[in-house]
């Protein structure tokens, strides 16, 4: 079956510093999104990339989908207080019913 | 405005006791699931349903059940409650997924005890 990983599992920064974390796909995908999920909170839709080696820009998140569409990656600039919460990629596969989410990562920005 | 709710927020039950968790969408959106959330084990699915009349089995389905009698509310039954189900559940609800994706929506979580 399909395997996701995303690296690392936790990360503290320091405010403004960046932060990235890794999504990884067992196999091809045709598409990969992003959930934010706040502490004591619901995992909210961030992005969908499509395109092999798209680039996605939201303020300070820059989010891309690998050439092989086999990963993705999110990158924050100059973390804020704000961007604490568990950063999950949900990719998908041609029809592929199923959903699994990558196990997330979990940013702690120290003010 | 646009949103899945879910009922209860909380529940502490005891071992054995029927329970269902309703979950509502106002989106008109075909596709629903509901996912459990566990420390260390991430979003699970358990089931999902394409539409109405149409379910299937997630990663982790057993002692779960739910029906899709209409398009807007899919509930989560457990018929004899364990537990190891003890869990943040969360219901969601998106247009599509697979290959046209559009993203989900999800419900704020039904915190369940089961002692």
């Known amino acids: 079956g399909q395997q996701v990983m995303q690296i690392p599992q936790y990360q503290h920064v320091q405010e403004g510093e960046d932060f990235t974390t890794y999504c990884n796909s067992s196999?091809?995908?045709?598409?990969i999104q992003w959930y934010k999920q706040r502490p004591g909170g619901h995992p909210v839709f961030l992005i969908q990339?499509?395109?092999?080696?798209e680039v996605k820009k939201q303020k300070r998140l820059t989010f891309q989908f690998g050439e092989a569409k086999k990963n993705s990656s999110l990158h924050i600039t100059a973390t804020q207080t704000t961007d604490v919460g568990t950063y999950f990629c949900?990719?998908?596969?041609?029809?592929?019913?199923?959903?699994?989410f990558g196990p997330g990562t979990s940013l702690s920005v120290i003010p | 405005e646009a949103q899945v709710t879910q009922n209860p927020r909380y529940l502490i039950t005891v071992t054995g006791k029927k329970l269902t968790v309703t979950c509502s969408q106002n989106?008109?959106?075909?596709?629903m699931s509901w996912y459990r959330q566990d420390p260390g084990l991430g979003l699970r699915q358990i089931y999902y349903?394409?539409?109405?009349?149409?379910?299937d089995k997630g990663d982790v389905p057993e002692g779960y059940k739910v029906s899709r009698k209409e398009k807007r509310n899919f509930p989560l039954i457990l018929e004899s409650p364990s537990p190891n189900q003890t869990s943040l559940y969360f219901c969601?609800?998106?247009?599509?997924?697979?290959?046209?994706?559009?993203?989900?929506?999800f419900g704020p979580g039904t915190r369940l005890t089961v002692t």
């Open positions: 969601a609800s998106s247009s599509s997924l697979g290959e046209s994706s559009y993203e989900q929506y």
């Open positions: 989106m008109n959106h075909e596709y």
């Open positions: 990339l499509v395109k092999s080696g």
């Open positions: 349903s394409m539409n109405v009349e149409v379910t």
């Open positions: 196999t091809t995908l045709s598409n």
């Open positions: 949900a990719p998908m596969k041609t029809s592929y019913d199923k959903v699994i």
